[in-house]
């Protein structure tokens, strides 16, 4: 807890060109929630509300999330997860778009069949049930 608390805390920036692609993703993406949640909130305060709370307290929101959509991507723990999470990433082989295709079209030709295999099975079900007067309808 100390060594997070330390890492929130100083300015500098840990393993700087290492994970660069993933860490600025996640770092901007928790940026974001933060400015969408201070402006959530200045939209939503009660009426009657002092301005100053009106203004001040989802700025502050806002100003405080993004240094730590900053800092959270530079604590070495965090950031030695996000540097590994891209090395993986980088060795992914991903298809082509034929490939994709070909592929897609196997699932849904694939999942057609078994819903109609379904589909049949309850219906031949359903008629033996009714036939031995285990369902009535």
Do not use: H
């Not at 600025?24 to 009657?48: C, E, K, M, R, Y």
């Not at 699932?107 to 057609?112: F, I, N, P, S």
């Amino acid at each position: 807890m100390k060594d997070l608390l330390a890492g929130m805390l100083s300015v500098g920036l840990y393993k700087r060109n290492q994970g660069q692609q993933v860490r600025q993703v996640s770092g901007v993406t928790t940026a974001v929630v933060f400015i969408i949640a201070a402006t959530t909130l200045s939209d939503n305060f009660p009426v009657g509300t002092s301005q100053a709370i009106v203004s001040g307290l989802p700025v502050l929101i806002g100003v405080l999330g993004c240094w730590f959509a900053y800092r959270i991507v530079n604590v070495a723990p965090i950031a030695d997860f996000m540097i590994g999470v891209q090395g993986e990433m980088d060795k992914v082989s991903w298809p082509s778009w034929p490939q994709l295709w070909r592929a897609t079209v196997v699932v849904l030709v694939t999942m057609l069949f078994l819903a109609l295999s379904l589909f049949l099975f309850d219906l031949i079900w359903q008629f033996v049930f009714q036939s031995v007067g285990f369902l009535k309808m």
